[in-house]
């Protein structure tokens, strides 16, 4: 098992996970064009796991200088509760503590539990403006 950075190539396999794990919600946010912005953005990291040649799971995040906050998280239906996430996790981590990082977040929809057993606990809640017009005058 190996944790890489992102690339471009692995947009198609991504999507396929996301998808598989009903994480697709808005192609906006997490389609294509939006994985080449975060794969070009400096504050972001953004890593796959890769298994014998298959991407299997990535996890996307930035550090802001201050903070540094997870954003999504999957691994493949077919290799869930094999260590991977937890390994992505360790990664992401340790990339935002080498930056400077004394804290980590996560925005977890749903089951917290293998968040709890990495060591998250929960501090405040993440409320969600979607589109961001929401919160803009009309
Ligand atoms: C959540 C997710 C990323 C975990 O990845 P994973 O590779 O299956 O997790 P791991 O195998 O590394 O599990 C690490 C520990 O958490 C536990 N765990 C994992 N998923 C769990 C779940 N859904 N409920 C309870 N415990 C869970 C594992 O049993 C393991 O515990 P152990 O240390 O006692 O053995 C993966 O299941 C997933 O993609 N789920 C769907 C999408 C999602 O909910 N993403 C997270 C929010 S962004």
């Known amino acids: 098992m190996e944790i890489r950075d ?21 192609a906006d946010m997490d389609g294509p064009e939006a994985m ?19 991407v299997v799971g990535l996890i996307r995040g930035t550090f802001d200088g201050s903070r540094a906050i997870i954003y999504l998280a999957s691994v493949h239906p077919h290799f869930q509760r094999q260590g991977i996430g ?10 935002f503590r080498a930056r400077g990082a004394v804290a980590v977040s996560v925005i977890v929809p749903g089951n917290a539990e293998f968040w709890h057993k990495l060591g998250f606990r929960q501090t405040t809640r993440v409320m969600q403006a979607y589109p961001i017009d929401e919160v803009l005058p009309r």
């Open 6 to 26: 992102f690339t471009t190539a692995d947009i198609d396999a991504v999507v396929a996970i996301l998808k598989a794990n009903q994480q697709y919600g808005h």
């Open 36 to 54: 080449r912005k975060v794969s070009q953005c400096q504050a972001a990291e953004f890593l796959v796991a890769e298994h014998e040649g298959q």
């Open 86 to 95: 937890r390994q992505m996790v360790r990664e992401i981590a340790r990339r």
